[in-house]
Structures are given as structure tokens and as C-alpha cells.
């Protein structure tokens, strides 16, 4: 890799260990000045420390790159801007924004606390906003527009115990797609990334996922943010590193219309509903089923050796 961002100021939020890591270093090393913006707190979000941060600025500067580091936490509008005016205020622009800060509180729904709810969607899906606000005030008065990355998950379709990252997650796309959809006559483009990589966070699912290092998601975080794919925006791209797939746009598949007054009464929906629209598979549920089985046959295989 070489030069594909060169003369590129870009901040990348989370920076400080796997996936985000990852991308700092990738950024730098094609030429890019990096903002590295990590709070460096624990997989729940817990126990602050500014060292991570500055551990990765340390190892661009080492390689010959140039970075500078801010820690603070994503959800804060004030360190949002804090992030993009670090960029601005040493390098002159702010040319892209990688939304990569996350954390977990698994919980079953029924279970959830309030705060375990709040504290995720506000790291995932506020840290999002408060970047691409400060981001996009800046970007739109630039002639050279910008680019927007978020990191949203294949677990935006549905998660049985992380419904507070499920929901931040699927908030993470349709954000992007907004920013999208508003910023493209200024030339700003705006993506979201599905990653699966093994980090710490991945690393207690307890079933099989396809993935790679997480330094393997950096080339598409790279060509998504250069020159090369400025037309390309609105899109959600799953990445495990050795493959790459283009999610669909949400549409309306089919349709019917009332007949009696324009209006539906209850018992003409329940009449034609199931056999004209009818419903959409969850193709999840076959997922679920097959992973309970094979946790459930792991689980008696285990007990029958012990
Ligand atoms: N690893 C996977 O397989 C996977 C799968 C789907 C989605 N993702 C997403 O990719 C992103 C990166 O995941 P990862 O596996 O590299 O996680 P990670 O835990 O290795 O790194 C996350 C980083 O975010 C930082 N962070 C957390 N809260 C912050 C805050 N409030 N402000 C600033 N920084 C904060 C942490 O300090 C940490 O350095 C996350 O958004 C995650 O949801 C990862």
C-alpha cells in the first residue's frame, strides 16, 4: 500500500486498538495525517486511559507518519469537535472521518438496564453524529468536499442479546444514509462498513464467524475514503477481510390498496393482507435455530466427556 491518501487529513475514532488501529496506521502509511481518537476504555466502556491512544500515535510517528492524538469520548459533542479541529488546526482541512468507537453491554432484552441501553447507542450512534456534524460544517465549505465512513455491524438486521447494539447499529446506517443523501452537493460521500475481524470484541461470540485480522479491514476503510470512490456513497459494504458484499437498499416489495372509502377497515386487511403482500422471511431465524442446535449438541457432546 502507498499513497492512495496522500496530502489527506483524516480522523479515525476508535483508533486505539483492532479494527480502528488498524485503519489509523493503514491511513497514515498511504500518506494521510491522522487524528487518533480513542477514549481508551475497556470492551464495556469502563476505565478511561489516554495511553492507547498515544501507543498508536507513537507507532505512526515511528514509521515515518505524522499523527497526533485526542482522547476523549466520542458521545460528547465537544470532543466530536475537538476531534475535527485537531485536524483543522494542524493540517488546514479535515478530508475524512472514520466512525470506528465502540463498546458492548450484552443483556437480554428483558433484562436491559436503562443505562446499558443509552451508554451503547451513545457511543455508537451519537459518537457517529458528533463527528459527522463538526465533520460535514467544515467539509461543505471545502472545495474538495469529504468523505464520511461509519462502522455499523451485521448485527443491525437483529441481535437476540445485544438489542442496544442492534438498534445503535441500525441507527449508524440510516444516519449515513442521511448524511448521504443530504451532503452529495457539497462532494461529500458517506459509507458504512460491516466489519467481522477477531478483536476483543468479537472474541466471546459464541458461535463461528468468518473472520480475519482486524488490520484486514483497513484496504476498504483506505479505498473508501481516497480519490477513487468519490461517487461511491449511501452504500453499507460487509468486510471480513477476504470478502467484501454490497447490503441492498431498503425498499418496498410489494403493495395493495383498499377498496371500500379508500380507507382499510380491519377485517379487509386481515382478508387479503396474507394472500396479496403477504410478509418477508427473516432469513435470521433459520441462523438462530441452526446456532441454538449446534450449541446445544456442543453442550451434550461436552457433558457426555465429562
Ligand atoms: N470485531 C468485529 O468482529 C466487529 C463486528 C461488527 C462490528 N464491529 C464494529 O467495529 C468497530 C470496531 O470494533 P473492534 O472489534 O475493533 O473493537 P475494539 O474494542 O477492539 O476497539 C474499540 C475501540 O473504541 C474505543 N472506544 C470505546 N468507547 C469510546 C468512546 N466513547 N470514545 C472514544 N473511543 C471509544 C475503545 O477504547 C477501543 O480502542 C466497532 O464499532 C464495532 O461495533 C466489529
Known sequence: ?????????????????????????????????????????????????????DAVVAEITAAGGTAVAVAGDVSRMEVGQQIIDTAVD?????????CVAGIVRERMLFNMS??????VVAVHLKGHFTLYRAASAVMRKQESGGSLLGFTSGAFVASTAQANYSAAKGGVVSLTRSAAFALRRYGINANCIAPTAMTRMSENVPFEIEAGAPEDIAPLAVYLLSDAAREITAQTYT??????A???????????????????????????LPVSIGHEEMPMFADLERRMKEMAEQKAAEEASS
Open 114 to 119: 436503562e443505562e446499558e441501553f443509552d451508554d
Open 239 to 244: 468486510c471480513t477481510g477476504s470478502r467484501i
Open 1 to 53: 500500500m502507498s499513497g492512495h491518501l496522500t496530502g489527506k487529513n483524516i480522523a479515525v475514532t476508535g483508533a486505539g486498538n483492532g479494527i480502528g488501529r488498524g485503519i489509523a496506521l493503514a491511513c497514515a502509511a498511504e500518506g494521510a495525517n491522522v487524528v487518533v481518537a480513542d477514549y481508551g476504555v475497556s470492551l464495556d466502556g469502563h476505565d478511561p486511559s489516554s495511553e492507547v491512544a
Open 246 to 272: 454490497v447490503w441492498n437498499q431498503p425498499v418496498e416489495v410489494r403493495e395493495m390498496t383498499a377498496n371500500t372509502d379508500g380507507v382499510f377497515t380491519v377485517d379487509e386487511i386481515a382478508e387479503r
Open 90 to 98: 494542524n493540517w488546514g482541512s479535515i478530508d475524512g472521518v472514520v
